[in-house]
């Protein structure tokens, strides 16, 4: 059992497990609140006490998977190619929009944390909860921040895109396709991206070059703010 479970198997076989689970349950209950992200985490966290799997343990295999990350958010330009005459038409709208989402998503952490007395590595771990992991991971230790804090705060904000995007556009009625990939890109990066594309390919084409200039953005921004 220990060797199979030190095994760097053991964290792909569970990790592709709890998504392919998370995948079957959505589509049996045909709910937004059942994102098959969430599902798989808390399928993974299930197992991991129920068993009282080393954490360590887990990371090993995960870790192979977290690899992919930047070649996977690479290959979102297959989506904006195929659009690009969309983004020809509106190239300064989603400039802009996504400038106004990276000013937004900065002021509001500074805002919240100034309210909370929350210290400067915390608003240095949170600045960049808005771009995808790779990016915030890289701007929180130049600032002196927790990667750790800053993972989970870009997975809240992911989650929270790909689970509130259609529920936000309905409430908000937001119908140009354009404007709904932009305003999830900017706020949800590749999580909020995935959902993006399911709902339809301009969607996903927008969200996935707002993705890039959003981090773009909060890249040459974040120094302003901290």
């Not at 600032?143 to 556009?169: D, H, K, Q, R, Y």
Request: net charge neutral; charged share 10%; aromatic share 8%.
């Amino acid at each position: 059992m220990l060797e199979i479970v030190n095994s760097p198997l053991f964290g792909i076989s569970l990790s592709v497990f709890a998504f392919q689970a998370g995948l079957f349950i959505n589509k049996k209950l045909k709910n937004p609140l059942a994102n098959p992200l969430v599902i798989a985490m808390l399928l993974i966290i299930a197992v991991l006490l129920l068993f009282d799997i080393p954490l360590d343990a887990y990371e090993e295999g995960s870790s192979v998977i977290y690899m992919f990350i930047t070649p996977v958010t690479a290959v979102l330009a297959l989506s904006i190619y195929r659009q690009r005459d969309v983004l020809r038409q509106a190239f300064f709208p989603v400039v802009l929009g996504t400038l106004a989402g990276a000013l937004a998503a900065l002021s509001s952490v500074v805002v919240t944390c100034n309210l909370l007395g929350l210290d400067r590595t915390i608003l240095a771990s949170l600045l960049s909860k808005s771009v995808t992991t790779p990016i915030a991971i890289a701007l929180t230790e130049q600032f002196g921040g927790l990667p750790a804090l800053t993972i989970a705060s870009t997975l809240i904000s992911g989650v929270a895109g790909n689970l509130l995007a259609p529920v936000l556009a309905k409430l908000f009625g937001i119908k140009d396709a354009v404007a709904h990939g932009v305003g999830i890109g900017a706020c949800s990066h590749a999580l909020g991206t995935s959902k993006a594309l399911e709902i339809g390919g301009v969607q996903g084409a927008m969200s996935s070059i707002s993705l890039s200039f959003s981090a773009l953005w909060t890249v040459l921004l974040a120094p302003l703010f901290f």
